[in-house]
């Protein structure tokens, strides 16, 4: 189970929202390219002013407003007949690109190392592609974890908390980079095999 399994129940609280935006004509792909740029503008942020620890107090809002965002462009296409094959493209490659902008600044962040944290942002874009990968393969977009665009976004989000109110950063947080980055791996197999599971049953 990943966080991505409460995503219904956050699509619930939002769904007033969503119809009052449809309402005013705001469409699924422009929500998206905000949720971009904002990302790459937190992002640029966070690597420029990464010696001000209390910056990195705005990862964890962004996350949470990227999370809605991403949901509301969902519904909105979904529920609001604005699917398109633009989309779909801008869907995908908007979340890869995010991710690398959101997480890329903890290169600049004691005790982490700058190749684990570059190796955890390719695996984190390698996963997502290797989920997307589901229908051209017949099968489903695949989000299955343990480390999913969600449960990245919880870490990376209390992770920011935590540097952003001046908690200490001890040594041995050097390793959570590895961990993840092994927990990517095991992702990105688990969204492989179950997808050609899926297929063949």
Do not use: C
């Amino acid at each position: 189970m990943t966080l991505y399994d409460l995503k219904p129940k956050f699509q619930a609280l939002l769904r007033p929202l969503v119809g009052v935006l449809a309402g005013l004509g705001v469409t699924a792909n422009q929500v998206t390219l905000a949720a971009l740029a904002g990302s790459i503008l937190a992002g640029l942020l966070l690597s420029h002013f990464a010696a001000a620890t209390a910056i990195f107090l705005l990862l964890p809002v962004w996350l949470f407003l990227r999370m809605a965002l991403n949901a509301i462009d969902g519904m909105l296409a979904r529920e609001f007949n604005q699917k398109s094959k633009l989309g779909a493209y801008l869907n995908e490659l908007s979340d890869v690109v995010s991710d690398a902008a959101l997480y890329a600044p903890f290169a600049l962040v004691a005790p982490f190392s700058a190749g684990w944290v570059m190796l955890m942002v390719g695996l984190s874009g390698l996963s997502e592609f290797a989920g997307a990968l589901g229908p051209m393969a017949g099968a489903s977009r695949r989000y299955d974890g343990p480390l999913g665009k969600s449960d990245r976004a919880l870490v990376f989000g209390a992770l920011g908390l935590w540097i952003g109110i001046g908690g200490a950063m001890p040594g041995w947080l050097a390793w959570l980079m590895p961990v993840m980055a092994l927990l990517l791996a095991v992702t990105i197999v688990n969204r492989v095999r179950r997808g050609v599971a899926e297929v063949k049953a």
